[in-house]
């Protein structure tokens, strides 16, 4: 139901921007109602929280490693969620995943969301 893309290899200090779309009939005509977020899992870890945005964009969150380096959009009209990606560091290194929830449940917690893309593979070198 999401496909990501934007992915690849970025030296330290570098910038990706990931997008994530919806595709899918059911799910691209209620993706606007959708808090929409992004995870990343690396090689031995659990699959950890990086942002959020809710359906209007009036809200985002950000887990506090990548505060100030990272932001969260969303354009509704075409069903697709960014994530910009600035001054990379090699621990940011994961695969990336969007995925959707419905609103009022926990952005963090990965077990609220209904909707996962295939995931992106970013990897930051030193």
């Known amino acids: 139901q999401l496909v990501e893309s934007g992915g690849g290899l970025v030296q330290a200090g570098g910038s990706l921007r990931l997008s994530c779309a919806a595709s899918?009939?059911?799910?691209?005509?209620?993706?606007?109602?959708?808090?929409m977020g992004w995870f990343r899992q690396a090689p031995g870890k659990e699959r950890e929280f990086v942002a959020a945005i809710s359906w209007n964009s009036a809200g985002t969150n950000f887990a506090d490693s990548v505060k100030g380096r990272f932001t969260i959009s969303r354009d509704n009209a075409e069903n697709t969620v960014y994530l910009q990606m600035n001054s990379l560091k090699p621990e940011d290194t994961a695969v990336y995943y969007c995925?959707?929830?419905?609103?009022?449940?926990?952005?963090?917690?990965?077990?609220?969301?209904?909707?996962w893309g295939q995931g992106t593979q970013v990897t930051v070198s030193s």
């Open positions: 995925a959707g929830s419905r609103p009022g449940y926990s952005v963090t917690d990965p077990s609220q969301y209904v909707y």
């Open positions: 899918g009939r059911t799910f691209r005509r209620t993706f606007s109602t959708y808090t």
